[in-house]
């Protein structure tokens, strides 16, 4: 019997967990398994580079879960700097374009896997592509830029953005002794927070020497003779730079499904069913950040690109193509993420997130600590609560703080899968001792007044 040929796209996250589930399933004698890696490292943590970055933590390959020669000892034909450069559908093979040799070849699939990632976002103004101008997506590019920081010719650094990428490169900058500006289109830092939590992420920042920019809008990045970087231009005012970072954002990469004729969201991610296949296509399969996924609370796909969710398609993928079955249900929507020692979290929707799908909704705000108040250490923690009208369903939570706050945020993330309301949250059984929780927990005060918000719309 010839065995079937599983062509994998994409040498990261959903690419080689799905390659190594599936052979885990089946051997090499009823699946071969080609994989296609356009870069020169599998299986590594993209969201550990700004802590590599840091110097928290030591050594690029620290990085890396599985080399390329790992996967290759589990029968996986892994093939590195290796791009595909067409998907013919109808053909059941694929085009790659070998970067080392040049050489082009067609190699055919029974079965296929796309995942090709995200790709940041970067706007086409004058100077992007200069010297000193820097994304983070990959470890060269990590590597690229501690090259940079190394000669950079004066210590002035700006991020332009001022997400999760944004604020977590500001603080590797600043560790790194460089004065450190971030300059943010938004109303505050961390718009995945409505603006007045994003203001205590600003406020933060400030105390910790960052100069945070609002309402910033970059229009070109100055260089010198020598083709440097010297200033990023915005609207209204131009910031020295010896160093800049770009933290905007990322977007899926589906230039290749597209140009396959293959179905893209309005977040423009491919879609697939809750198997992970592309939908209408049976022997198509994707996953990680180039997919769309269905948020639980909104009832809408969505485009959330982290590790959690692309190694869990993997895994899903990896046993479906081995012809067993799994799903992926949707997500929730949390993250969380730091600055220096302030701690950032959110799950479910925000207030702008609730009213673009049609929901009514009251909210709670409330100021705790990570311990009794009593113990040593104890720090300030604000929790945003956001609950349905009416019915009191749980839509969203957002804490900022210190102390062990953003775990907290699992709670409710496990509150909004199972669909629980905010008064069902009140009597959750919740591990308690002074060292690490008053005795009403945060999460659980924020409930309670969300309760009283919700019973007295109620009565309105």
């Given at each position: ?46 969201c550990g580079i700004p ?192 160093v800049v970072v770009l ?190 929780s008053p005795v009403w ?20």
């Amino acid at each position: 019997m010839t065995a079937e040929r599983l062509v994998v796209i994409g040498g990261d996250a959903t690419g080689m967990s799905a390659a190594s589930q599936a052979r885990r399933v089946k051997g090499p004698e009823e699946l071969s398994i080609v994989a296609f890696e356009r870069g020169h490292f599998t299986s590594y943590s993209a969201c550990g580079i700004p802590y590599w970055v840091s110097g928290d933590v030591a050594e690029r390959d620290d990085l890396i879960a599985r080399s390329p020669e790992e996967h290759r000892a589990r029968a996986i034909d892994l093939r590195m700097r290796t791009e595909v450069t067409e998907i013919d559908v109808a053909g059941q093979r694929v085009r790659a374009l070998d970067r080392e040799s040049g050489e082009t070849y067609w190699t055919g699939f029974d079965k296929l896997v796309i995942a090709t990632g995200a790709r940041p976002v970067r706007p086409a103004l004058p100077g992007m592509d200069a010297a000193g101008v820097h994304g983070v997506q990959t470890l060269d590019d990590g590597q690229a830029l501690l090259d940079t920081l190394d000669r950079a010719p004066g210590r002035r650094a700006v991020v332009v953005g001022a997400g999760y990428i944004g604020v977590e490169m500001a603080e590797a900058l600043l560790k790194h002794g460089f004065q450190v500006t971030v300059l943010n289109r938004g109303e505050q830092p961390m718009a995945t927070l409505d603006p007045d939590m994003g203001r205590l992420v600003h406020d933060a920042m400030d105390g910790l020497g960052i100069t945070t920019v609002n309402r910033a809008e970059v229009t070109k990045i100055l260089t010198g003779a020598d083709g440097r970087v010297t200033a990023v231009a915005t609207n209204d005012a131009t910031h020295p730079a010896d160093v800049v970072v770009l933290g905007i954002g990322v977007e899926p990469e589906t230039t290749l499904a597209r140009a396959a004729g293959l179905p893209v969201g309005p977040h423009g991610g491919l879609l697939t069913d809750l198997s992970m296949r592309v939908v209408g296509h049976d022997n198509i399969w994707a996953g990680g950040d180039c997919v769309e996924v269905l948020d639980l609370v909104a009832g809408r796909t969505r485009h959330i690109a982290l590790g959690t969710h692309a190694n869990k398609h993997g895994q899903i993928i990896g046993a479906n193509v081995g012809g067993g079955y799994g799903t992926f249900p949707g997500v929730v929507g949390t993250a969380v993420s730091k600055v220096c020692d302030l701690e950032i979290a959110r799950t479910g929707l925000r207030e702008k997130d609730a009213r673009a799908v049609g929901l009514r909704f009251v909210t709670a705000t409330i100021e705790s600590t990570g311990r009794a108040g009593y113990y040593p250490g104890a720090q300030p923690m604000t929790v945003k609560m956001l609950a349905e009208y009416r019915t009191g369903r749980l839509l969203g939570v957002q804490i900022v703080g210190r102390d062990g706050a953003a775990k907290r945020v699992d709670i409710a993330a496990v509150a909004l899968t199972a669909g629980m309301t905010v008064e069902q949250m009140t009597a959750l059984d919740l591990g308690y001792a002074p060292p690490f929780s008053p005795v009403w927990d945060p999460v659980l005060v924020a409930a309670r007044k969300a309760v009283t918000a919700v019973r007295r719309a109620g009565t309105a």
